[in-house]
């Protein structure tokens, strides 16, 4: 007989050391510091003053301290990006996360998307690490930084890099002497409205080139002259996870701010993708989790002639299928995160490869389908409690619909999947 949640399959060799340790932690924070609130983040999407408390405790150094993970141990840091497990442990950081809130869980993990760019072996830039870690690594405060990719006019096309290569991208960046210049505007990237502290910009250095040596990745501090941020939009669900718009008027940055340099920072760029689709993957994994606590309390306490309501064979029929779908999902989430950290191993493939990129979109979509589903099919078990605010699924179905629709959608998802493995070459 299954006794909680944790016995829902996952290849098990593929653990790291640290996870029992940091799942531990963060279920006490989940416990303490989300779940009793969560079902007022809705009508705290603008303010976050029930929101930024609980972020403190999870990532500001008086709590569990989780945004310094990336970082090298010499500069403050847990040492996870030069690991051969971080993909691994960022799978399981975003399930445990969304397991209370998968917003909450997107916005923490953004915040290591631009950095594993300067701070994943082997692509360590230690003059930037060192620049931006007390930034991290110093405060009990959430610091939180952005990937600022998508823009009003090509929404997630920048993230199509195998057949746009950028030529879509309207922010410029200019060299004039020792600093870059930048101006632009991006819209929707997670942790804006006057959230981060830090933005990954995505710029090109010749408008309308999809050469890989005019794409540069920039970073550049939310305070620079120049930079102003618009309000948070309100939306169906992720509360916890602000979006707005960036506006970058001739900001100035030092020429060393770029992630790597020409063709290299095309490279990071496309490797940022595989983290964002693992992350999400474990982002619905832990909300499927969750959904299964909440459903088994359900059909294990509510009754039908005089037996709980799982005995009862057609819901047994549903929810039987919904436990399969969250098995299967755990373990193609756990693979996932697993190509990539086979990403430095003979056997393995780079993480900007169309083999990883293409595979982890098929799998996120996949996970995805699945997820709006079995939500869909436990409301159904609910009835009218499955709209109900107080057993908080309705809040996690309105939650990773958003999730099923950013990074292209499953749109991209698709016409990735079908270029690689029947190796379309129009699409």
């Known amino acids: 007989m299954m006794k909680n949640f944790d016995e829902f399959s996952r290849p098990e060799e593929y653990i790291s050391p640290m996870d029992k340790h940091f799942r531990s932690a963060l279920r006490n924070w ?64 975003a399930e445990e996360v969304g397991r209370a809130d998968t917003a909450m869980a997107v916005a923490f993990m953004v915040t290591y998307w631009p950095l594993t ?49 950028g030529k879509t991208i309207r922010t410029t960046a200019r060299l004039d002497g020792d600093e870059w210049v930048i101006n632009g505007h991006k819209l929707w990237p997670t942790n804006t409205g006057g959230v981060a502290k830090l933005f990954g910009v995505p710029c090109t ?37 602000k979006n707005g718009d960036i506006w970058f008027e001739d900001v100035r940055v030092p020429s060393w701010y770029r992630a790597h340099g020409p063709g290299m920072d095309a490279q990071v760029f496309r490797e940022i ?14 909300a499927m989790l969750n959904l299964y606590e909440i459903l088994y309390d359900f059909v294990s306490t509510k009754t039908y002639k005089n037996r709980p309501l799982k005995e009862d064979d057609c819901i047994a029929g549903i929810i039987g299928r919904i436990a399969g779908d969250i098995d299967i999902c755990r373990i193609l989430a756990y693979e996932a995160a697993r190509m990539g950290d086979r990403r430095n191993k003979p056997y393995g493939y780079p993480i900007y490869s169309d083999e990883v990129a293409c595979k982890m979109r098929n799998l996120k979509d996949f996970v995805s389908d699945r997820a709006v589903d079995i939500f869909g099919k436990a409301m159904d078990v609910l009835g009218t409690y499955g709209a109900d605010r107080d057993y908080d699924i309705e809040k996690h179905w309105r939650d990773i619909k958003i999730i099923q629709l950013w990074m292209g959608g499953k749109q991209l998802c698709q016409m990735e999947a079908a270029r690689y493995f029947f190796n379309c070459k129009t699409l």
Not at 128 to 155: H, I, R, S, Y
């Open 117 to 165: 760019t300067i701070l994943v072996d082997p692509h360590v830039n230690w003059r930037l690490a060192k620049e931006f870690a007390p930034m991290f690594c110093d405060t009990e405060k959430a610091v939180f930084a952005a990937n600022a990719m998508t823009e009003p006019q090509g929404g997630a096309d920048i993230e199509n890099m195998e057949i746009l290569g």
């Open 30 to 93: 989940a416990a303490k510091e989300v779940m009793p609130f969560r079902r007022k983040y809705d009508e705290d999407w603008k303010e976050h003053h029930l929101i930024e408390p609980a972020f403190d405790k999870l990532m500001g150094n008086k709590g569990v301290g989780i945004q310094k993970a990336l970082f090298p141990p010499e500069l403050g840091g847990w040492g996870i990006g030069q690991s051969d497990y971080a993909f691994t442990v960022a799978c399981a950081l």
């Open 273 to 286: 993708i595989p983290w964002g689709l693992v992350g999400s993957m474990g982002f619905l994994c832990g």
């Open 205 to 241: 250095t010749k408008l309308g080139s999809n050469d890989p040596n005019d794409f540069a990745l920039i970073f550049v501090p939310a305070d620079a002259k120049g930079v102003t941020q618009g309000g948070p939009y309100e939306k169906a669900g992720m509360a916890a996870d």
